[in-house]
């Protein structure tokens, strides 16, 4: 028989803590006078409990971009309304003590549980979890200042918990600590934070509204609705959850707070550039925690330079209000310094203050598709492990990919078509997608994602949890992550890591921390000289990392700023063109037309951008392409910020040659069969290995003209010869297809259309076969 739900009421839990309180008061005034006695001679200066009745004066912390524009001041609210335990709705209490500290009206300021609790959460589960009670959060809160983490500094909090708890009633303690505890912000204590997130008194807060509150001072800014409402939104869930588990409520009453629509109240602030404002703050309370930021009076120097944040911030208002009749609602754009990581500007969205687009969420930091904007990654993989070059063909004509037992996964081009044989140049600077899925299957899922998470990309995790659709956009990243991996290229290879901070110092101004950008320059300008040490993947100096060569690198921005050999899909004078400076650029559309990417950069500025809608409603797909949306952001914001400098022509290095190659092929000429000649480059441990040959006797149906693809020129023995003759044919093959006929024959439709087979080939075992259209004596390999 299941034991009956218990609602647990303030009143039985107080009433169970005076007894509990009565018997062993005696014993603790024992312990603590004995206490004092020996800790007295060395802890000196504590402040007085007393001062929980008081107030406290925090410093401000100020942050700056790098000229010292004053962008946010971030502050505690001096202005606090105290509110009394009696006038709060019980679900304030109940969720606060549900998922801060169960037992707080049963222990005397220290939990055993909790601590072990929280040890193996950060520990085995690599979960945040406090392990503090309620009476030493308001201890560390309001009367301990310095966050540093000592041995006195925890004897100073255990006898200052012991005090308050001897001093103050149960009751008193909760009361000070929903009055004086972060919500983040400038909001402290409970009635401002239901002022600051939901418009209204704590007293009219309901369950919904009092579980996310509840949820926040753990971590303010992880779990704030207007920064992360996803994660503000599973915290809530694992508030009411505990508050089930402890007998607060029911499951039902449970699910209806959580499928209950929350209306937030948007905060007024006089604030600048306020989504790098609250990404800066963000950083800055997982190092100094949230009680420096707010009443530590950091003065922070920022990367953000506020006059091209706000050229940014400008374009993209602009455009995404053109694109709007296109169903394009949002956009984002992040432009750093590829040699130095510095951060200098971030526009998470069209209007911080939007409300149709929630518009306070940042798009940089957030996840979204990369569609075929990851393709470069893609490919620099290929030629960082040899398997390829720039020359290289690949076959772009239907093929469906047979992996395990999945229905085969057949690709498409952009534009519906095929193209035939296509250079990897080619493939890569028009975007096509077959030739990238090819390149994939080439290189493997596992090959890929090393490369790419060593280029910056953190959420490539589990090769398992993907498909060749990877190099088409089919996992999530953030715009960060891609700055950094297309910055990786930007500098030949080696990565450098995104700084959005230049100096802190404390209000006095001691020194706290600073970057040097020259000096990241110095260090790597050390990776360019001619030593083979240097250029070997895993050198190190400092914080920089080398995790390609600088010859694959050079070769996929030679490529992404090859205007001519990008004009089949976009044109001569697309706005990926930049008349007079050398620019590597890269588009990207999902293929659910819900993002839409353009990336590109030069050795000095990276512009990274995006378009699309928070909720994930299709764009336009009419309107809508490589060449709109994303690109004519990009073009204004790299245009701007390149207009009064001299071209940047990428720097080749050393193991770089050009030679002439076959146009058809990309192999070697040869006198026995002349052909068009190409000027390629490649790396020099990467030639081709080949010469060309297109002519090649085949056997074909003699009635059709039809390839048989048997072996050559002795059929297998089995096989009818009377329908079959050995013909001269132009023969292509890559890497996954062995041989594919060119000037043969093919059926059609009634439509007229060639109807070309279809290559069907496993991921795993590489093995191919085509599909013969009419009767065939066998298949081929």
């Known amino acids: 028989m299941p034991i009956p739900r218990l609602r647990l009421s303030l009143t039985k839990l107080r009433r169970l803590a005076r007894s509990k309180k009565a018997r062993l008061a005696t014993m603790v005034t024992v312990v603590l006078v004995l206490l004092s006695l020996l800790i007295g001679l ?40 105290p509110i009394k335990l009696d006038s709060l709705p019980p679900a304030v209490v109940q969720a606060t003590l549900a998922i801060e500290d169960a037992n707080f009206y049963h222990h005397f300021g220290f939990s055993l549980q909790g601590i072990i609790r929280a040890v193996k959460n950060t520990v085995f589960a690599n979960k945040l979890q406090g392990g503090s009670t309620i009476t030493q959060q308001l201890v560390k809160t309001a009367l301990l200042e310095n966050p540093e983490r000592t041995l006195e500094r925890k004897l100073r909090e255990a006898v200052l918990t012991l005090a308050v708890e001897i001093i103050y009633s149960k009751d008193q303690i909760l009361e000070m600590y929903l009055n004086h505890v972060p919500y983040g912000g400038t909001a402290y204590g409970i009635e401002a934070a239901a002022k600051r997130y939901f418009g209204k008194n704590a007293a009219d807060l309901n369950l919904a509204e009092s579980a996310l509150l509840a949820g926040l001072p753990q971590a303010p800014s992880r779990y704030s609705p207007f920064l992360n409402p996803d994660r503000a939104k599973a915290r809530q869930g694992e508030v009411l959850r505990r508050l089930v588990e402890e007998g607060y409520i029911s499951q039902t009453e449970s699910d209806h707070a959580f499928q209950s629509a929350l209306t937030y109240a948007l905060p007024a602030t006089d604030i600048k550039a306020p989504h790098f404002v609250f ?60 040699n130095t990581g510095e951060v200098l500007a971030m526009i998470g969205s069209k209007d911080y203050f939007a409300t149709d687009e929630d518009g306070q969420v940042n798009l940089t930091t957030r996840l979204r598709q990369p569609g075929s904007s990851i393709k470069p990654l893609n490919y620099v993989t290929a030629l960082q492990l040899k398997k390829l070059n720039p020359a290289s063909v690949l076959l772009d004509y239907p093929t469906c990919f047979l992996t395990g037992p999945l229905r085969p996964y057949c690709p498409k081009n952009y534009d519906n078509t095929f193209h035939g044989p296509v250079s990897v140049r080619s493939a890569l600077a028009n975007s096509y ?303 996954l297809v062995p041989e594919y006929c060119l000037d043969c024959p093919w059926p059609v439709d009634n439509q007229g259309k060639a109807q070309y087979p279809k290559v069907s080939y496993s991921t795993t075992t590489q093995a191919t076969t085509q599909e013969l259209p009419g009767p065939s004596p066998t298949k081929g390999p």
């Not at 001062?51 to 946010?72: A, H, M, W």
């Open 433 to 735: 997608n077959i030739p990238a899925v090819k390149t994939l299957a080439i290189n493997s899922l596992e090959s890929m994602i090393a490369t790419a998470s060593a280029m910056g990309i953190t959420t490539f995790t589990d090769p398992t949890r993907y498909g060749l659709s990877l190099t088409l956009g089919g996992g999530e990243i953030t715009m960060v992550d891609m700055a950094t991996a297309f910055g990786t290229l930007a500098n030949q290879g080696v990565k450098v890591p995104l700084q959005a901070i230049l100096e802190i110092t404390d209000y006095q101004g001691n020194l706290l921390e600073s970057y040097d950008p020259q000096v990241t320059q110095q260090s790597l300008s050390a990776f360019f000289v001619e030593d083979p040490a240097v250029n070997t993947v895993g050198f190190t100096q400092g914080n920089l990392s080398r995790v390609l060569n600088r010859e694959p690198a050079y070769l996929i921005s030679h490529i992404l700023a090859d205007n001519q050999a990008r004009s089949a899909a976009f044109g001569a004078n697309s706005a990926l063109y930049l008349p007079g400076h050398t620019v590597s650029v890269k588009t990207g559309t999902t293929n659910d037309l819900k993002d839409n990417w353009t990336i590109g950069y030069t050795p000095e500025y990276l512009v990274t951008v995006w378009v699309g809608n928070n909720d994930n409603t299709p764009m336009n797909p009419y309107l809508v392409s490589g060449v709109t949306g994303a690109a004519p952001i990009w073009h204004s914001l790299m245009s701007h910020l390149v207009a009064d400098q001299a071209d940047q022509p990428l720097v080749e290095p050393p193991g770089i040659d050009g030679t002439n190659v076959c146009q058809l092929t990309g192999r070697f000429p040869r006198d026995a069969e002349p052909c068009d000649l190409r000027y390629e480059y490649f790396w020099q441990e990467a030639f081709p290995q080949d010469y060309h040959r297109l002519k090649k006797n085949i056997w074909v149906y003699k009635d059709t003209g039809l390839p048989a693809f048997i072996a050559a020129p002795t059929p297998a023995a089995n096989v009818n010869l009377d329908n079959l003759e050995l013909k001269e044919h132009l023969v292509y093959s890559d890497p």
């Open 42 to 81: 060395f802890l000196k200066d504590l402040p007085s409990p007393k001062k929980l009745e008081g107030q406290n004066y925090p410093v401000s912390t100020l942050i700056f971009d790098r000229y010292g524009t004053l962008l946010y001041e971030i502050y505690a609210d001096a202005n606090r309304t």
């Open 279 to 338: 990404y800066i703050k963000s950083l800055l309370e997982e190092k100094y925690g949230l009680e420096m930021v707010e009443r530590g009076g950091l003065r922070v120097t920022t990367t953000l330079d506020l006059a091209l944040q706000n050229y940014a911030q400008s374009s993209v208002s602009a455009e995404i209000a053109e694109l709007n009749r296109y169903r394009v609602g949002n956009g984002a754009a992040l432009i750093t310094h590829p």
